[in-house]
């Protein structure tokens, strides 16, 4: 029993010795394995170092040739600096030397000229002194007999001098009166034409004024860059103007605000939404209105174009007069006066209609109403009395039958009745179409609105056609272009806008 555990005993003192023999020989190697990765990072370390060292040396002797060029061509400027002064310098000093020789010769030519005064004078003395003698006259005596007989010839020449004078003056007094009197009523001529070119809108409080101007500004100039309008807002309590000469993009305009108003969410993003919609809603809106028009008079079928334009005549004005009762007026008209001379009253009735159609598309194409009227009716294949109705109305062509004098007799009737129409308005609306038509016949031009009362041009480009420094040229051109081509009352100001958008969408 005790050799049993002697030997369990020495068992266990052989095994704790080898344990112990193996641990130490794994520690000897893990230690042997820190240290020679310890040295391999210092001889990293150290070779980092080195490369570090290096590329700081390269850079400083790259910087110091960089700082001995440049100091070489600063030498080689001030160089360069220091002949050209002394070659100016040079020149001033030939050119003083100049300046010396010519004040000497003018100092000579001075004396030579007094020298050869005091010789003239020398001379009249002794001529007057000859010519006393021979005549039998004085000085004094001669002067006088000489001064009489020059104003004797001299009279009549005087009297047709002031008779050119005066009638010069008489024409030219003429003229400035009536420059005067045309700069007086075209002054007021704003007022006039204010009446007839503001929508009012009202709103519920002032408070909504502010939301429409917008934080800085950007509410109220994003709505008259996309509706083409001027919006007046001033101290009258509930309302604000709404100003434009077209009257279709005014009604837009009217309704885009009254709805931004009615909803209270006002700000870009809204209003082109609001506008869309608005603009799309008119263009129904003037279908239907041109197809209730036809049915009425009992002339359907008929082209929806037609219809369409028809329906747009309601915001066109032609002198001050409404082009679409203008036109309602001749179709009626004429349909009676051809009834009681015996011709087609329906065939009257249609040419009558359509007789100022062109009127629609002259806002937008610009051109003859009259040859607008004329393509648009042939591409519908309207009858051959509408075309002839449309071309003698304004002298074009004789009429062929009664329905077509009939239609042109309407037409006078509806145009001279006293209070149809008021001249002044369409002078005014036609300067601002010009003035709105040479801004965008200029390329890379976008839109241009006449705002303002027709005083200032708003034009909007393209920015990736037109970059800032064309655009300073592009508003030179266009107002000297404006100067030459149309005939205003005081000035109008160019407005050129260019601005970058870039839209993305997050999907």
């Known amino acids: 029993m005790i050799e049993n555990i002697l030997i369990a005993l020495l068992l266990m003192m052989l095994g704790a010795a080898f344990t112990y023999v193996l641990m130490r020989s794994a520690n000897k190697k893990q230690f042997k394995h820190l240290e020679n990765e310890a040295k391999a990072k210092a001889t990293a370390i150290e070779y980092e170092a080195e490369h570090l060292l290096h590329e700081a040396k390269v850079k400083n002797q790259q910087d110091e040739i960089l700082l001995e060029k440049k100091f070489q061509d600063k030498e080689l400027t001030i160089v360069k600096q220091k002949t050209e002064l002394d070659l100016e310098l040079k020149s001033l000093k030939k050119q003083e030397n100049d300046i010396f020789k010519i004040r000497d010769n003018l100092d000579k030519k001075e004396q030579a000229l007094n020298a050869l005064e005091s010789q003239k004078?020398?001379?009249?003395?002794?001529?007057?002194?000859?010519?006393?003698?021979?005549?039998?006259?004085?000085?004094?005596?001669?002067?006088?007999?000489?001064?009489?007989?020059?104003?004797?010839?001299?009279?009549?020449?005087?009297?047709?001098?002031?008779?050119?004078?005066?009638?010069?003056?008489?024409?030219?007094?003429?003229?400035?009166?009536?420059?005067?009197?045309?700069?007086?009523?075209?002054?007021?001529?704003?007022?006039?034409?204010?009446?007839?070119?503001?929508?009012?809108?009202?709103?519920?409080?002032?408070?909504?004024?502010g939301r429409i101007i917008g934080k800085e500004g950007r509410n109220i100039k994003s709505l008259e860059q996309l509706l083409g309008v001027d919006i007046i807002i001033d101290e009258t309590p509930g309302v604000i103007l709404v100003s434009n000469f077209n009257l279709y993009r005014r009604a837009i305009a009217t309704k885009t605000i009254e709805l931004l108003v009615e909803d209270g969410r006002i700000h870009p993003g809204r209003i082109e939404e609001v506008h869309a919609k608005v603009e799309s809603e008119f263009e129904q809106k003037i279908l239907e209105e041109g197809e209730n028009i036809v049915v009425e008079l009992g002339l359907y079928p008929m082209n929806e174009e037609l219809m369409r334009l028809l329906g747009r005549m309601r915001y066109r004005a032609s002198y001050g007069q409404n082009a679409l009762a203008h036109t309602l007026e001749v179709a009626k008209l004429a349909a009676i006066?051809?009834?009681?001379?015996?011709?087609?009253?329906?065939?009257?009735?249609?040419?009558?209609?359509?007789?100022?159609?062109?009127?629609?598309?002259?806002?937008?194409?610009?051109?003859?109403?009259?040859?607008?009227?004329?393509?648009?009716?042939?591409?519908?294949?309207?009858?051959p009395t509408v075309i002839n109705a449309i071309y003698a109305h304004h002298g074009h062509e004789e009429p062929d039958g009664i329905e077509s004098a009939a239609v042109c007799a309407a037409d006078v009737l509806s145009a001279s009745r006293p209070g149809a129409r008021r001249e002044v308005l369409e002078s005014f609306v036609k300067r601002v179409k010009d003035v709105e038509g040479i801004a965008l016949s200029k390329q890379g031009v976008v839109d241009a609105y006449a705002i303002n009362a027709g005083r200032e041009i708003r034009v909007f480009v393209d920015a990736g056609k037109i970059d800032d420094a064309s655009v300073y040229l592009l508003s030179k051109e266009i107002a000297k272009e404006i100067e030459n081509k149309v005939q205003y009352p005081g000035e109008i100001k160019v407005n050129v806008i260019r601005e970058k958008r870039e839209i993305q969408y997050a999907r």
């Open 121 to 209: 004078k020398e001379e009249i003395s002794k001529s007057i002194a000859l010519l006393e003698k021979s005549a039998s006259m004085t000085r004094d005596e001669a002067k006088k007999h000489l001064l009489e007989e020059l104003k004797n010839e001299s009279k009549l020449e005087f009297a047709l001098i002031v008779k050119k004078y005066e009638k010069e003056a008489h024409v030219e007094a003429k003229k400035k009166a009536n420059y005067i009197l045309s700069q007086a009523v075209t002054r007021y001529a704003g007022e006039f034409a204010g009446e007839r070119l503001m929508n009012i809108v009202n709103l519920p409080s002032d408070e909504h004024k």
């Open 337 to 383: 006066m051809a009834a009681e001379m015996g011709g087609d009253e329906k065939l009257a009735l249609r040419a009558g209609l359509l007789h100022d159609i062109g009127k629609a598309l002259t806002q937008d194409q610009g051109g003859n109403h009259v040859d607008l009227g004329v393509e648009v009716c042939r591409r519908h294949n309207e009858h």
